[in-house]
């Protein structure tokens, strides 16, 4: 099974400033495809998780544009240009290139 | 109004069955790709399993933990998805989740969440 590690495992961030979440995979999730299956997820308090960032880069409908996702082959990153209140939660990242999916362990964003 | 609604969580004995199901309303439900995601009480993600639309083969995977213990189905006449869990074990403790793909053959763009049934398994 590919390993999802995500750093940090714990992000405190000021408003207004922005945050940085990495994403590894213990081996590239290139698909035979070429697609890249790297998917990022926001986990508020309290509800099901929802998803922000498909296939690396592309914003999920809904999602405000200070979420944007980079990287290739195995490292991968997810930026929140502004942090908000509304931001607060647990981010995890899955690939999607291989089955089993697999996540990465989580970061929890919390306000400082 | 779109959404997915879980039911059958609940307490169960360890190598005891229990069926969840995952009603849909609101859209074609045979068209879309379904999954299953768990979480254990304060720990994160883990996906369980899948299963494409008809049309494109109904092709199901699972997890490793759960191979051979739970099987996903779906009954489109009805609009259900189901997740049929034997030999439970205390780990399998979680709340689950069904999630419907944004196409009937992804298995990474999900759109939309039910709020998820508790199942505790513990004697």
């Known amino acids: 099974d590919i390993v999802m590690t995500q750093t940090p495992l714990s992000s405190p961030v000021t408003l207004g400033q922005p945050a940085s979440i990495s994403c590894r995979s213990s081996q590239s999730l290139v698909h035979s495809d070429r697609n890249t299956y790297l998917s990022w997820l926001q986990q508020r308090p309290g509800q099901p998780p929802r998803l922000l960032i498909y296939r690396i880069s592309n914003r999920f409908s809904g999602v405000p544009d200070r979420f944007s996702g980079s990287g290739a082959g195995t490292d991968f990153t997810l930026k929140i240009s502004r942090v908000e209140a509304e931001d607060v939660g647990v981010y995890y990242c899955?690939?999607?290139?291989?089955?089993?999916?697999?996540f990465g362990q989580g970061t929890k964003l919390e306000i400082k | 109004e779109v959404q997915l609604v879980e039911s059958g969580g609940g307490l169960v004995q360890p190598g005891r069955s229990l069926r969840l199901s995952c009603t849909a309303s609101g859209f074609t439900f045979g068209d879309y790709a379904m999954s299953w995601f768990r979480q254990a009480p304060g720990k994160g993600l883990e996906w369980v399993g899948f299963i494409r639309s008809k049309s494109n083969g109904g092709t199901i995977e699972y997890a490793a933990s759960v191979k051979g213990r739970f099987t996903i189905s779906r009954d489109d006449s009805k609009s259900i998805a189901y997740l049929q869990m034997n030999s439970l074990k205390t780990e399998d403790t979680a709340v689950y989740y069904c999630i419907r793909s944004t196409s009937g053959w992804d298995s990474d763009v999900f759109d939309i969440w039910g709020q998820g049934t508790m199942v505790t398994v513990s004697s």
């Open positions: 899955m690939q999607a290139t291989q089955f089993p999916h697999t």
